[in-house]
C-alpha cells in the first residue's frame, strides 16, 4: 500500500504460500479501490493467482481474464471473472477496484499506459526483461512474484548483456534471497520436512527458510525388511554406479524400480501424524528424470498410473514421495554439459517436491569429474552435498 511508483519483490520458495500470500495483497488494493493487473508469461499461471484473488475476495471481486482459452475450468468455478477475447477489446477493462489477468500482449498495448495502479508479475524468475519494459508503462507500481532459485525462463536465442536474464535474476543480481530493501521473502515452508526443508535452506536460500513445525508429522512407516528405503524422511541419496550413459541408465531404472516395490509396502501420516495407509504409487510419488530419455526408460519399467516427468512438468506440485534420477554417469555429461544435469535450480525444484522424502539415485562418482569453470564448480559441489546431507 505504501509504494509510490515503486517496485517490490515477494520471493516465495517452494510451498511458502506466495500465491495465498499474494491474493491477500490484491484483494486489499481492490478494497482500497486500486485498480490492478497481474500478468505472467502463461495464461495457467494468470488464471492461478486470479482465482485465488476470487477465492478470497469472494463474489465482490470485480475481474477480468483477457485472452487464452476460454473454456479454463477456473473461469467456469468463478463466474465473476469476465472473459475477453481479444486484448484490444479489453482495454477499457482497468478501472478502480477492478482487477484485469492478461499476458504481456495486453499490458503492452499503448493504449493500456497509465491505465493501473498496481501491476503484480506472477513467476517473475520466467518473465524476459524485456517483455517487462513493454509492460510497465501500463502501472504505476510493480511487484514482483516468483523465486529466482526454480526454473530460469526458457531461452531460445543468445543476448547482449544482462538482456536475457528474467526480470528476477535482473532485479535481485546474485542474490539467492531477497535483501529486505527490495522486498519481501517468505521465509516458511509448509510443504517439506525439516529434514528435507533444511537441505534446501543451506543449499539453495541462505538459510533463511524454515519448516513449519507441523510438516514434521508427516513421515513413512516402513516395513522393517526394506534395504533401500532406509529413512522415514529427509533425503536419501541411493548409488548406482554406471559408466557411459549420457540421457538415460538401465541400471538406475533397475533400482528405481526396486525402491518402487519398497515403497509400495510403507505407509504415511499427514500433517497431524495420523496414519493415513499404505502409498498410492500414482498418487503418492512423483519420479522425475533431466531428460525424456529416461522418463521414457522409467515409465516402460514402473506401474502403470505413476507420474513420471522432467522437472518442467512437476513445478509446483508436490507428493509424499520423490525419486529423482540422475541417470548421467561420471564424464559423460554429453551436449548440455554439467550445467544442465546439476543445475541448481533444476535440482532445487526436483528435491522440493517432497513432503517427506526425496530420494536422489545416480552415480556418486558424478561428483569427482574434473570442473572446467568455478560454475561447474559449484554444482559438483551441490551434488556432493547431497550425497553427505543424505548420510547425516
Request: aromatic content about 4%; overall charge negative; some cysteine.
Amino acid at each position: 500500500r505504501g509504494l509510490d511508483a515503486g517496485c517490490l519483490c515477494l520471493q516465495g520458495p517452494p510451498g511458502t504460500g506466495k500465491t495465498w500470500t499474494a491474493a491477500r495483497m490484491i484483494v486489499a488494493l481492490l478494497g482500497d479501490g486500486k485498480s490492478v493487473g497481474i500478468a505472467s508469461n502463461s495464461h495457467k499461471a494468470i488464471l492461478n493467482l486470479l482465482g485465488a484473488v476470487c477465492e478470497h475476495g469472494g463474489a465482490a471481486v470485480t475481474a477480468t481474464k483477457v485472452g487464452g482459452p476460454e473454456d479454463e475450468p477456473v473461469l467456469a468455478r468463478y463466474p465473476q471473472i469476465r472473459f475477453i477475447k481479444s486484448a484490444r477489446d479489453a482495454v477499457g477493462v482497468a478501472r478502480p477496484g477492478a482487477v484485469v489477468g492478461g499476458t504481456a500482449w495486453f499490458f503492452a498495448q499503448p493504449e493500456m499506459a497509465g491505465q493501473l495502479d498496481y501491476l503484480f508479475v506472477d513467476e517473475a524468475g520466467q518473465v524476459a526483461v524485456a517483455n517487462l519494459v513493454g509492460m510497465a508503462a501500463s502501472a504505476r507500481n510493480l511487484v514482483l512474484l516468483g523465486d529466482q532459485e526454480q526454473l530460469a525462463q526458457p531461452v531460445q536465442g543468445v543476448h547482449p548483456g544482462e538482456s536475457g536474464q528474467s526480470v528476477l535474476e535482473y532485479f535481485l543480481q546474485d542474490h539467492a534471497t531477497v535483501p529486505p530493501g527490495l522486498g519481501l521473502f517468505l521465509d516458511t515452508s509448509q510443504r517439506m520436512h525439516p529434514l528435507v526443508c533444511s537441505f534446501i535452506s543451506a543449499a539453495v536460500y541462505e538459510d533463511r527458510l524454515h519448516a513449519m513445525p507441523h510438516t514434521a508429522n508427516r513421515v513413512l512407516r516402513r516395513p522393517a525388511d526394506v534395504v533401500l528405503v532406509t529413512r522415514d524422511a529427509g533425503l536419501l541419496f541411493v548409488p548406482v554406479p554406471h559408466v557411459g550413459n549420457t540421457q538415460g541408465s538401465d541400471e538406475e531404472v533397475e533400482a528405481i524400480g526396486r525402491i518402487v516395490a519398497e515403497l509400495a509396502r510403507c505407509e504415511h501420516t499427514d500433517k497431524g501424524g495420523r496414519n493415513l495407509g499404505p502409498l498410492d504409487l500414482g498418487r503418492d510419488v512423483l519420479v522425475v528424470a533431466p531428460y525424456n530419455l529416461q522418463v521414457r526408460k522409467l515409465a516402460q519399467a514402473l506401474p502403470a498410473g505413476m507420474r513420471i516427468g522432467t522437472v518442467d512438468r512437476f513445478q509446483g506440485q508436490e507428493a509424499p514421495v520423490v525419486i529423482v534420477s540422475m541417470c548421467t554417469s561420471p564424464g559423460e555429461s554429453g551436449g548440455r554439459g554439467l550445467k544442465f544435469v546439476l543445475d541448481a535450480n533444476r535440482l532445487n525444484v526436483a528435491i522440493s517436491r517432497a513432503q517427506s522424502l526425496a530420494i536422489v539415485v545416480g552415480d556418486p562418482g558424478l561428483a569427482e569429474v574434473a570442473a572446467a569453470t568455478v560454475d561447474d564448480l559449484r554444482r559438483l559441489s551441490l551434488y556432493a552435498r547431497v550425497q553427505v546431507a543424505a548420510d547425516l
